[in-house]
């Protein structure tokens, strides 16, 4: 069903776009690379092994935290859940993780362009009959993007301290594997694309009006601004990033390859 | 170097009207106005066009070339190929009056709906006094020109003409960002709540923030990451987050 395009009074053409360029390709390549995250996010999921490379210290990120008494030892953080060995870990937080980018808002956009057409790009006609965007439920609830945001700061302090313990050497010292720089690029990126949130951008600052009064906040306002004029390109590098260290991780950890030590 | 241009141009008016095909002169440096002024006045005298500055700062030439929402006298020939069919049409969201003439006083009606700047109570023109970096979030939103390509643009109201009463469009949104983030506007201590009219009244819950009018904006004002978002943000205060309505201060 197509929305009509010729309304009263309006220039009446039967085309649905007129654009000539190809307007479909960043939908079509937004919903491949989502599908194929979140494809890949659902097996490693329920797959609930090979996310503990114990000699190396390396957590898959999909398992960080690691709160269930089904955790494999060593791989477990602070405390533990007691769930059946048959509960994957990762559920305890994935929610929180995977909120924040289901309501961060360029994903909102990322999406509702290449999963629902809403539009499917610009000056292009939605295939929809009716409209009433974040304004019901359940689009409405896009406004907690904030208490999702408060996890997600969480998450980034427990991934770097994932990435620090990821310099043990093996056998003991200091160590630095493959592994390790992919952690510490994956800890740098996702705390970039934490705190380049619009949400962030609000807190910290945006909120008030007399920036001359509060030049702290004004001075992390402008900071989180440069990060969030860059918030899509954070937003791909960090999940791009979270999925090949957890790819590797899982490789490892499961004995495909040997971790490649750079030192140690 | 000259070469001839082929152009369909859509004329009718509000009853009906068909895409035209042209061939119109073309020279080196000229945009897409300028064609459209040569075929007025060498083959289509009748031809309706609105224009006046022929330099992006009037926002009166509007419309859609190849399909894409743009100032004509801002798209150059010659991000063309000299062979291609450029097409011209007027603003889809707004009704046709003729050619490429739209009506669009649908924005003036949101215009006027939004309550206008309140100075602090006792505070005459000439005394206001304010700090640059407090005023220069709104300063960015002065630049708008009115072309109203951002409102032609916004699927909103582009695909559902039923959502015109209850949506205001990203361009008077901004506007009411605009007052909402002025240090010196002192609506809300007349008794007005800017962030919740522009929710209620304005219906910014609409806006699924898909950036096309930020996209199209001859201006380049960042519209949705420095207007629509932060608006969105501080209706989340007012209105969906319990703890900073709790602490809600009054506004600093």
Same mark, same amino acid.
């Given at each position: 069903?197509?929305?009509?395009?010729?309304?009263?009074?309006?220039?009446?053409?039967? !085309? *649905?776009?007129?654009?000539?360029?190809?307007?479909?390709?960043?939908?079509?390549?937004?919903?491949?690379? $989502?599908?194929?995250?979140?494809?890949?996010?659902?097996?490693?999921?329920?797959?609930?092994?090979?996310?503990?490379?114990?000699?190396? #210290?390396?957590?898959?990120?999909?398992?960080?935290?690691? $709160?269930?008494?089904?955790?494999?030892?060593?791989?477990? #953080?602070?405390?533990?859940?007691?769930?059946?060995?048959?509960?994957?870990?990762?559920?305890?937080?994935?929610?929180?993780?995977?909120?924040?980018?289901?309501?961060?808002?360029?994903?909102?956009?990322?999406?509702?362009?290449?999963?629902?057409?809403?539009?499917? !790009?610009?000056?292009?006609?939605?295939?929809?009959?009716?409209?009433?965007?974040?304004?019901?439920?359940?689009?409405?609830?896009?406004?907690?993007? *904030?208490?999702?945001?408060?996890?997600?700061?969480?998450?980034?302090?427990?991934?770097?301290?994932?990435?620090?313990?990821?310099?043990?050497?093996?056998?003991?010292?200091?160590?630095?594997?493959?592994?390790?720089?992919?952690?510490?690029?994956?800890?740098?990126?996702?705390?970039?694309?934490?705190?380049?949130?619009?949400?962030? *951008?609000?807190?910290?600052?945006?909120?008030?009006?007399?920036?001359?009064? #509060?030049?702290? *906040?004004?001075?992390?306002?402008?900071?989180?601004?440069? $990060?969030?004029?860059?918030?899509?390109?954070?937003?791909?590098?960090?999940?791009?990033?979270? !999925?090949?260290?957890?790819?590797?991780?899982?490789?490892?950890?499961?004995?495909?390859?040997?971790?490649?030590?750079?030192?140690? | 170097?000259? =070469?001839?241009?082929?152009?369909?141009?859509?004329?009718?008016?509000?009853?009906?009207?068909?895409?035209?095909? =042209?061939?119109?002169?073309?020279?080196?440096?000229?945009?897409?106005?300028?064609?459209?002024?040569?075929?007025?006045?060498?083959?289509?005298?009748?031809?309706?066009?609105?224009?006046?500055?022929?330099?992006?700062?009037?926002?009166?030439?509007?419309?859609?070339?190849?399909?894409?929402?743009?100032?004509?006298?801002?798209?150059?020939?010659?991000?063309?190929?000299?062979?291609?069919?450029?097409?011209?049409?007027?603003? &889809?969201?707004?009704?046709?009056?003729?050619?490429?003439?739209?009506?669009?006083?649908?924005? =003036?009606?949101?215009?006027?709906?939004?309550?206008?700047?309140?100075?602090?109570?006792?505070?005459?023109?000439?005394?206001?006094?304010?700090?640059?970096?407090?005023?220069?979030?709104?300063?960015?939103?002065?630049?708008?020109?009115?072309?109203?390509?951002?409102?032609?643009?916004?699927?909103?109201? &582009?695909?559902?003409?039923?959502?015109?009463?209850?949506?205001?469009?990203? &361009?008077?949104?901004?506007?009411?960002?605009?007052?909402?983030?002025?240090?010196?506007?002192?609506?809300?201590?007349?008794?007005?709540?800017?962030?919740?009219?522009?929710?209620?009244?304005?219906?910014?819950?609409?806006?699924?923030?898909?950036?096309?009018?930020?996209?199209?904006?001859?201006?380049?004002?960042?519209?949705?990451?420095?207007?629509?978002?932060?608006?969105?943000?501080?209706?989340?205060?007012?209105? =969906?987050?319990?703890?900073? &309505?709790?602490?809600?201060?009054?506004?600093?």
């Amino acid at each position: 069903m197509s929305a009509p395009t010729t309304r009263a009074g309006r220039a009446r053409t039967s !085309a *649905r776009t007129l654009r000539t360029d190809r307007w479909w390709l960043p939908p079509l390549v937004t919903f491949v690379g $989502l599908s194929l995250f979140v494809i890949y996010g659902l097996v490693r999921t329920f797959m609930n092994q090979w996310y503990w490379a114990p000699e190396y #210290h390396y957590l898959a990120p999909f398992y960080s935290p690691c $709160l269930s008494t089904s955790c494999v030892p060593g791989a477990s #953080h602070l405390f533990d859940v007691p769930l059946p060995g048959w509960f994957p870990p990762p559920i305890i937080v994935l929610p929180f993780v995977l909120g924040f980018r289901l309501t961060c808002y360029y994903y909102r956009k990322a999406y509702y362009r290449s999963f629902w057409a809403s539009p499917p !790009a610009c000056a292009v006609t939605e295939p929809h009959s009716r409209y009433t965007g974040e304004s019901r439920f359940p689009l409405i609830l896009q406004n907690a993007h *904030r208490y999702f945001f408060y996890p997600a700061l969480l998450v980034a302090a427990v991934l770097t301290y994932d990435t620090v313990i990821a310099f043990h050497g093996v056998g003991g010292g200091v160590g630095v594997g493959l592994g390790t720089v992919l952690m510490l690029i994956n800890a740098v990126l996702l705390w970039a694309y934490t705190l380049s949130c619009h949400s962030c *951008r609000h807190l910290v600052g945006g909120r008030i009006n007399h920036f001359s009064r #509060h030049p702290v *906040r004004y001075w992390m306002w402008t900071q989180v601004t440069k $990060l969030n004029g860059r918030h899509m390109m954070l937003a791909w590098a960090s999940l791009i990033s979270v !999925a090949v260290v957890d790819l590797y991780v899982m490789l490892v950890a499961g004995g495909v390859f040997p971790d490649l030590r750079l030192i140690n | 170097m000259a =070469y001839q241009a082929h152009l369909q141009v859509w004329r009718g008016d509000a009853d009906s009207g068909e895409l035209r095909d =042209y061939t119109v002169e073309a020279n080196e440096g000229e945009v897409v106005l300028d064609l459209l002024h040569r075929l007025q006045a060498t083959q289509c005298p009748d031809l309706a066009v609105r224009w006046n500055c022929k330099a992006g700062k009037c926002g009166s030439c509007s419309a859609e070339v190849n399909g894409r929402p743009r100032l004509t006298c801002m798209t150059r020939m010659s991000v063309f190929a000299e062979g291609e069919t450029i097409t011209v049409t007027p603003m &889809r969201t707004f009704p046709v009056i003729k050619d490429l003439v739209c009506d669009v006083s649908y924005n =003036y009606v949101k215009a006027r709906e939004v309550p206008s700047f309140t100075p602090p109570e006792g505070l005459e023109p000439g005394e206001y006094r304010m700090q640059q970096v407090d005023v220069q979030r709104s300063q960015e939103f002065r630049k708008c020109i009115e072309c109203f390509l951002c409102q032609d643009t916004c699927h909103v109201i &582009r695909d559902h003409e039923e959502n015109k009463e209850s949506f205001s469009g990203p &361009r008077f949104l901004m506007r009411v960002a605009e007052l909402e983030m002025h240090p010196l506007d002192s609506y809300e201590e007349a008794g007005g709540n800017r962030a919740e009219e522009a929710r209620g009244e304005h219906g910014l819950g609409m806006c699924n923030i898909t950036k096309c009018c930020t996209d199209v904006c001859p201006e380049h004002i960042q519209i949705t990451d420095n207007s629509l978002i932060p608006l969105k943000e501080r209706v989340a205060d007012q209105r =969906y987050d319990p703890i900073t &309505r709790f602490f809600r201060r009054k506004k600093d």
